[in-house]
């Protein structure tokens, strides 16, 4: 059944307004995913996270049995524009509880150091998605994986990945003793990634956009390797790069 708001005092608008924020996503462990395609995508990988939809008038006169099933509200449409971050918004919302990680782990996983562009952040993870690397690490000071602009640039691959956040470096020693090879992306005492091996557990490391990987993870890598470039270029963007190794070790497995 759907229930129709028309005041944005009502506290289902407050609360999806609110959720633009971290602070308040982390207090309510919710985040908004906007749009039909990334709404889609909720409903055939997330359907069981999910807390609500917010729908316009317009979209649902189009769509009308489109959230059957599910706690929804509709809005007038200049009202249900105003929840949005969207300048364009398509007429759906949907707030979602944090997702869940699985224990296991696949036999690439991707470890996300401090890289901090929700841009870049989001662009990783779709290409994580596409190459097999289901298990995403993500160290303190990273971008906020439920930030809007992180959940628009995955174009739903947030759906499908698995992810750990870690406060320190302890979980790098684990998955060594779990037989994974730590491979760190950097420019320095690193070797070919033509030349990089691939082992049957691999680790990829790739690090902030402007100082690169910590020290700590270097410390403890089993490889650093880097991609040759002919331009003149001094570093790849970190997406860019995050592609060209996954690519390697997604064909290696």
């Not at 769509?63 to 809005?75: A, I, V």
């Not at 300048?87 to 401090?114: R, T």
């Not at 640039?153 to 979980?171: A, K, Q, V, W």
């Not at 700590?216 to 002919?230: G, R």
């Amino acid at each position: 059944m759907i229930k129709y708001i028309s005041s944005r005092e009502n506290k289902i608008v407050k609360q999806t307004i609110s959720l633009q924020k971290k602070s308040s996503r982390q207090k309510l462990a919710l985040f908004v995913a906007e749009g039909k395609r990334i709404s889609q995508e909720a409903l055939l990988w997330a359907k069981d996270n999910i807390a609500y939809f917010l729908i316009s008038e317009s979209f649902n006169e189009k769509n009308p049995d489109f959230t059957d099933g599910f706690e929804t509200y509709m809005l007038p449409d200049d009202l249900f524009s105003k929840v949005c971050e969207t300048e364009n918004p398509q007429g759906i919302l949907c707030v979602i509880k944090f997702l869940n990680a699985s224990s296991s782990l696949s036999s690439n996983v991707l470890i996300l150091d401090e890289v901090s562009e929700p841009g870049n952040m989001g662009t990783i993870l779709r290409t994580a998605d596409a190459m097999g690397f289901k298990s995403i690490f993500i160290t303190k000071g990273s971008a906020d994986i439920y930030n809007s602009k992180v959940i628009r640039s995955t174009m739903g691959s947030i759906f499908r990945l698995n992810f750990h956040f870690e406060e320190d470096y302890e979980f790098i020693n684990k998955l060594k003793e779990n037989e994974y090879k730590i491979i760190s992306a950097a420019l320095k005492d690193s070797v070919s990634l033509e030349e990089t091996p691939v082992f049957s557990k691999n680790a990829i490391v790739i690090g902030n956009e402007a100082n690169g990987i910590s020290q700590e993870i270097l410390s403890m890598s089993d490889i650093i390797t880097k991609i040759d470039m002919v331009g003149n270029a001094e570093s790849l963007n970190a997406g860019v790069a995050a592609g060209i190794i996954m690519y390697k070790y997604s064909k290696a497995n």
